[in-house]
């Protein structure tokens, strides 16, 4: 049976891409990734990508906006090591502009989790969490 061992891109369709840019340079500049761009089918795409994987931005090809609540993406989340990873995270975000939610604790999802919330331009929800002890032990003890 293949092992599937991570994600390796994402692909997001926008409603305006040079919208979507400036707000996706700040966010991922935040968070260290790099970027490039490139034609596919004669369309201009834009990938941010760090060590792990790619999230790549494409012009949408209609105009229905995005619900988080219809059948596709409800929300992307990005996780880093450290509730204080979070913490700086939410800090960095706000100071660039992007409304981050402060990383706050969610005991409900679970006792150590932390989190900051966010959404891009078109409605699409991003969280930033930290490597909680479940997952740690999930991926060290599989």
Do not use: K
């Not at 999230?55 to 988080?68: F, G, K, Q, W």
């Not at 002890?133 to 999930?138: A, K």
């Amino acid at each position: 049976m293949p092992d599937v061992i991570g994600i390796d891109h994402l692909y997001i369709t926008v409603s305006d891409l040079a919208r979507a840019e400036a707000f996706y340079d700040r966010v991922f500049t935040v968070l260290g990734f790099r970027r490039n761009q490139f034609e596919l089918h004669g369309e201009p795409h834009i990938q941010y990508y760090n060590r792990h994987f790619g999230y790549v931005l494409r012009p949408a090809r209609s105009d229905l906006p995005h619900n988080p609540y219809s059948p596709g993406l409800h929300h992307f989340c990005l996780r880093v090591e450290r509730v204080e990873d979070v913490q700086e995270a939410a800090r960095q975000l706000q100071a660039a502009g992007i409304a981050a939610s402060d990383a706050a604790p969610h005991p409900g999802y679970a006792p150590d989790y932390w989190a900051t919330f966010f959404s891009d331009p078109d409605g699409i929800r991003l969280e930033i969490t930290n490597y909680r002890q479940e997952r740690r032990e999930r991926h060290d003890h599989w």
